[in-house]
């Protein structure tokens, strides 16, 4: 599913709320999610990019992939490019059940600023001063595995954070 809001755009017209899920196929039951998010320098909100890539290797594994576009650095200063993961993640998370998705195994990672925003969102979950105010409020905006790594593991542990 491509181009799905997890959040109005902000300004309107911008990318920078747009997921694509990728969601395997034939596996029973809810799947692990990871969220990837593509670098750019801060200064694009092509987050989604190389989602499919990633897709092709998780997917087989009985790995869903969520590629998130977050807002450029010249339309969110900070914390709104962290703001704007979380939101996606609490997105994803009250959406698990439509989706086909395990809230309680959610991952992220990214490679450049995007293994930035990962690891940012991955540490510093529950800190109230960095969540959006104006996103889904249905669920919470942890995640349970981070990587900065453009290469992600097939296999392994979930662990909290």
Not at 124 to 141: D, F, I, K, Q, V
Request: a positive charge; glycine letters at 14%; aromatic letters at 4%.
């Amino acid at each position: 599913m491509k181009n799905l809001a997890y959040a109005a755009p902000e300004p309107a017209g911008s990318q920078g709320h747009l997921l694509n899920l990728y969601v395997p196929r034939g596996t029973g039951g809810p799947v692990p999610v990871v969220l990837w998010v593509a670098g750019s320098g801060g200064l694009l909100e092509n987050g989604r990019d190389g989602s499919n890539l990633v897709a092709a290797h998780l997917n087989p594994a009985g790995i869903a992939v969520a590629g998130v576009a977050i807002r450029s650095s010249g339309n969110a200063t900070f914390p709104g490019r962290l703001s704007d993961i979380k939101a996606a993640l609490r997105w994803l998370r009250a959406n698990a059940a439509r989706d086909h998705l395990d809230p309680g195994r959610i991952g992220i990672l990214g490679e450049s600023s995007g293994g930035w925003t990962a690891v940012m969102a991955a540490v510093t979950g529950g800190n109230a001063a960095l969540e959006a105010t104006w996103a889904c409020r249905a669920a919470p905006a942890r995640c349970r595995a981070r990587s900065p790594s453009p290469r992600p593991p097939t296999s392994g542990r979930w662990t909290r954070t």
